[in-house]
């Protein structure tokens, strides 16, 4: 256990302390001030301004942004969609795998990959050729997350312009956030991975003989290039069908760490961009610290939960962690606790493990943070604009409560960014229960469970969660590359994703147009603990309000099942 805590100290003393000069480096590239890569970086940018017709001079209203932001996205799923069903006829494809079939699992994926879910239906190396994996899933994965950089970027400058329309140009957004932030990031990682033991090839998977005399085909690949990103950009589709805990992706304690320490750096770093952004660091350090502490409130819960394991196995006199079943041992509990929260805070959806495997409250852990909208530090962008918007109620519910108009860095919160807010939290969360309700009343969805009880709804749960939450993990135990599936989720996380970009570029297209006025001596601060503290109770409350019913069907009862001896 000492370890495991040392373990936990020692990645948020590393995460803050890189956090901070990337969230100083990350103003400097969105308020076009000059950086020390310009040299390198500039003339690639300045080209592709050429080549696209973009006039980077130009900014956009909201509304030309959330549509240039739409256009694009569905675009690139068009473009993922058509690689993968043309497959067998693109080149870099060694093992001549067929295309992508049926059609809507190549839906799904297309759809996943574009909104940053990458829910994986499939198997990777067994489904997706090389150039497949390259050209439509690792491409994807860049332009996803700097979709979800742009559009946080985007809210922050309606928060700090006044009496104006314009929140900046998507595509000098999306463009500096691939080129001066994710590939400089992936380029380094990757390369640590590959000097780890992670393969980086496009060579033909090897031919081994095993002991037993038969012959065993070991799939290799561009691995590492993906795996970077994939981490990096919160994005979380394994080149391999068990992901990060295969050992190919994920071969040693100190991959485990890195990449572990991956997911969270940029939304961390995005928590000192905000408070460099609105001049006032205190703004940012308030919402960092209100992510550490759900985080850690979660972390505790999880790692304390699957360290006590099942009191059925300890009745029959083994000691020790017990709960090892669908874990790494090279991991162990608390490398596996770690991963699985942060994986969960973030919309990144890697695993080191079966979730399915998790004991029932440590199961619940992973499925209420993408409830919560996954604000606890959150995906590339989306983390981060999702907290904004939960900013935004906190200040106005604070407003009502005191009886003065409730105000954010002195813009006035008003009916109209309150209804986009309302939209934002309630319609994802409205498609999680009514996406269970339908799989849990059909005869499609319960065909798809692999556990009975209360672990087949949780299962259910879970997938929708991870879905409309732009997640991507799974229980694992829900079969779901059916028609039914494949497009009831695609449909999740379709939702998931512009049901909260929309309003939140509404929500910053207003907030421009207003005039900031300074404190007075009725305005609430946003800088102090009582700040904190109210911001995480009206997260959990939100949440509470809205799951509470789904999650004691689910884990809960399950976990007192199993005090009882019941198992499934």
């Given at each position: 256990m000492a370890s495991d805590l040392t373990l936990f100290g020692l990645y948020f003393v590393i995460l803050f302390g890189l956090a901070w000069p990337l969230g100083r480096y990350m103003t400097k590239v969105f308020n076009l001030e000059k950086t020390v890569f310009d040299p390198v970086f500039q003339p690639i940018e300045k080209l592709l301004y050429r080549l696209t017709g973009v006039d980077d001079s130009r900014e956009m209203n909201w509304k030309r942004y959330a549509s240039a932001v739409i256009?694009?996205?569905?675009?690139?799923?068009?473009?993922?969609?058509?690689?993968q069903i043309l497959q067998d006829k693109l080149p870099f494809n060694p093992e001549n795998l067929d295309a992508v079939a049926p059609w809507h699992l190549a839906f799904n994926t297309a759809v996943s990959f574009m909104t940053n879910t990458n829910w994986q239906a499939y198997g990777g190396e067994t489904t997706m050729s090389y150039f497949t994996q390259m050209a439509a899933l690792t491409?994807?994965?860049?332009?996803?997350?700097?979709?979800?950089?742009?559009?946080?970027?985007?809210?922050?400058?309606?928060?700090?312009?006044?009496t104006t329309q314009l929140i900046g140009n998507f595509w000098v957004d999306l463009t500096r956030s691939v080129i001066y932030i994710l590939i400089p990031i992936a380029i380094l990682f990757s390369v640590v991975l590959v000097q780890q033991g992670v393969p980086q090839t496009l060579s033909s998977y090897v031919s081994a003989q095993t002991i037993e005399g038969t012959e065993q085909k070991i799939a290799v690949g561009p691995v590492a290039s993906q795996e970077a990103i994939k981490m990096v950009g919160t994005n979380g589709g394994g080149f391999f069908n068990a992901n990060s805990a295969h050992p190919?992706?994920?071969?040693?304690?100190?991959?485990?760490?890195?990449?572990?320490l991956s997911i969270f750096l940029i939304p961390a770093g995005l928590a000192f961009t905000f408070g460099y952004m609105v001049r006032d660091r205190r703004q940012g350090y308030a919402i960092l610290a209100m992510m550490t502490l759900l985080f850690l409130m979660m972390l505790t819960l999880n790692y304390t939960s699957e360290l006590a394991g099942n009191p059925l196995v300890a009745a029959n006199g083994i000691s020790g962690p017990s709960a090892m079943?669908?874990?790494?041992?090279?991991?162990?509990?608390?490398?596996t606790s770690l991963f699985a929260t942060v994986t969960t805070a973030a919309s990144c959806g890697a695993v080191n493990a079966m979730h399915d495997s998790f004991t029932p409250l440590g199961g619940l852990v992973p499925m209420l943070q993408m409830m919560l909208g996954e604000v606890v530090f959150g995906g590339v962008g989306a983390g981060f604009y999702?907290?904004?918007?939960?900013?935004?109620?906190?200040?106005?519910?604070?407003g009502l409560m005191v009886g003065r108009t409730p105000e954010y860095l002195g813009k006035k919160i008003e009916s109209r960014e309150m209804k986009m807010a309302t939209i934002a939290i309630l319609i994802p969360a409205v498609t999680i229960l009514i996406g269970s309700a339908i799989a849990s009343a059909t005869e499609a969805g319960m065909a798809g469970i692999a556990n009975p009880g209360p672990h087949g709804l949780s299962e259910m749960l879970y997938a929708f969660a991870s879905a409309a939450g732009n997640n991507g993990s799974a229980f694992a135990g829900l079969t779901v590359n059916t028609l039914f599936y494949d497009l009831l989720l695609a449909l999740a996380m379709l939702l998931g994703r512009f049901s909260v970009i929309i309003p939140v570029l509404a929500i910053a297209g207003s907030m421009a147009e207003k005039k900031i006025s300074p404190p007075g001596p009725g305005t609430f601060p946003t800088t102090g603990w009582l700040f904190?503290?109210?911001?995480?109770?009206?997260?959990?409350?939100?949440?509470?309000?809205?799951?509470?019913?789904?999650?004691?069907?689910?884990?809960?009862?399950?976990?007192?099942?199993?005090?009882q001896g019941t198992t499934y």
């Amino acid at each position: 256990m000492a370890s495991d805590l040392t373990l936990f100290g020692l990645y948020f003393v590393i995460l803050f302390g890189l956090a901070w000069p990337l969230g100083r480096y990350m103003t400097k590239v969105f308020n076009l001030e000059k950086t020390v890569f310009d040299p390198v970086f500039q003339p690639i940018e300045k080209l592709l301004y050429r080549l696209t017709g973009v006039d980077d001079s130009r900014e956009m209203n909201w509304k030309r942004y959330a549509s240039a932001v739409i256009w694009f996205n569905l675009l690139g799923m068009a473009l993922v969609f058509i690689i993968q069903i043309l497959q067998d006829k693109l080149p870099f494809n060694p093992e001549n795998l067929d295309a992508v079939a049926p059609w809507h699992l190549a839906f799904n994926t297309a759809v996943s990959f574009m909104t940053n879910t990458n829910w994986q239906a499939y198997g990777g190396e067994t489904t997706m050729s090389y150039f497949t994996q390259m050209a439509a899933l690792t491409v994807q994965n860049f332009l996803s997350a700097a979709t979800g950089l742009a559009v946080a970027i985007a809210f922050i400058r309606g928060l700090t312009r006044k009496t104006t329309q314009l929140i900046g140009n998507f595509w000098v957004d999306l463009t500096r956030s691939v080129i001066y932030i994710l590939i400089p990031i992936a380029i380094l990682f990757s390369v640590v991975l590959v000097q780890q033991g992670v393969p980086q090839t496009l060579s033909s998977y090897v031919s081994a003989q095993t002991i037993e005399g038969t012959e065993q085909k070991i799939a290799v690949g561009p691995v590492a290039s993906q795996e970077a990103i994939k981490m990096v950009g919160t994005n979380g589709g394994g080149f391999f069908n068990a992901n990060s805990a295969h050992p190919f992706e994920n071969p040693t304690p100190l991959t485990n760490f890195l990449e572990t320490l991956s997911i969270f750096l940029i939304p961390a770093g995005l928590a000192f961009t905000f408070g460099y952004m609105v001049r006032d660091r205190r703004q940012g350090y308030a919402i960092l610290a209100m992510m550490t502490l759900l985080f850690l409130m979660m972390l505790t819960l999880n790692y304390t939960s699957e360290l006590a394991g099942n009191p059925l196995v300890a009745a029959n006199g083994i000691s020790g962690p017990s709960a090892m079943e669908g874990k790494e041992v090279r991991f162990g509990i608390g490398g596996t606790s770690l991963f699985a929260t942060v994986t969960t805070a973030a919309s990144c959806g890697a695993v080191n493990a079966m979730h399915d495997s998790f004991t029932p409250l440590g199961g619940l852990v992973p499925m209420l943070q993408m409830m919560l909208g996954e604000v606890v530090f959150g995906g590339v962008g989306a983390g981060f604009y999702g907290i904004l918007v939960f900013v935004v109620l906190t200040v106005f519910i604070v407003g009502l409560m005191v009886g003065r108009t409730p105000e954010y860095l002195g813009k006035k919160i008003e009916s109209r960014e309150m209804k986009m807010a309302t939209i934002a939290i309630l319609i994802p969360a409205v498609t999680i229960l009514i996406g269970s309700a339908i799989a849990s009343a059909t005869e499609a969805g319960m065909a798809g469970i692999a556990n009975p009880g209360p672990h087949g709804l949780s299962e259910m749960l879970y997938a929708f969660a991870s879905a409309a939450g732009n997640n991507g993990s799974a229980f694992a135990g829900l079969t779901v590359n059916t028609l039914f599936y494949d497009l009831l989720l695609a449909l999740a996380m379709l939702l998931g994703r512009f049901s909260v970009i929309i309003p939140v570029l509404a929500i910053a297209g207003s907030m421009a147009e207003k005039k900031i006025s300074p404190p007075g001596p009725g305005t609430f601060p946003t800088t102090g603990w009582l700040f904190v503290v109210l911001l995480a109770t009206i997260v959990l409350v939100v949440g509470a309000l809205t799951f509470l019913p789904a999650l004691a069907l689910g884990p809960i009862v399950e976990h007192l099942l199993m005090l009882q001896g019941t198992t499934y």
